[in-house]
Nanobody, 124 residues
Framework: QAQLVESGGGLVQAGGSLRLSCAAS????????MGWFRQAPGKEREFVAA????????VYADSVKGRFTLSRDNPKITVYLQMNSLKPEDTAVYYC?????????????????WGQGTQVTVSS
């Protein structure tokens, strides 16, 4: 069964950096658009960023624009979310997701596959 596995979460001080990875189990994911979402305690899951299957197009939520960078390595079928200048409000469980079409990127129900999530905690 196709899987997405996130890693790289952890505890970091405000202003610090983390790099999350999302490794796919099947090469077919190299042709999928990939997105990241996050869910903070007591809040709904929200869109963070998405990248097209070639990596040529990226979209970011306003809250992370300029601080987070999304990239992908298709031969490794892995997507990376570099998070810099982290803030306490970035604390959440981060999920990666995959979808076939480069459209409706913010809509969670349009994604076909989801990972289990990785916890990111930013201390003040």
């Amino acid at each position: 069964q196709a899987q997405l596995v996130e890693s790289g979460g952890g505890l970091v001080q405000a202003g610090g950096s983390l790099r999350l990875s999302c490794a796919a189990s099947e090469r077919t994911f190299s042709t999928y658009a990939m997105g990241w979402f996050r869910q903070a305690p007591g809040k709904e899951r929200e869109f963070v960023a998405a990248i097209s299957w070639r990596g040529g197009s990226t979209v970011y939520a306003d809250s992370v624009k300029g601080r987070f960078t999304l990239s992908r390595d298709n031969p490794k079928i892995t997507v990376y979310l570099q998070m810099n200048s982290l803030k306490p409000e970035d604390t959440a469980v981060y999920y990666c997701a995959a979808k076939r079409r480069w459209a409706d990127l913010v809509a969670q129900d349009k994604y076909d596959y989801w990972g289990q999530g990785t916890q990111v905690t930013v201390s003040s």
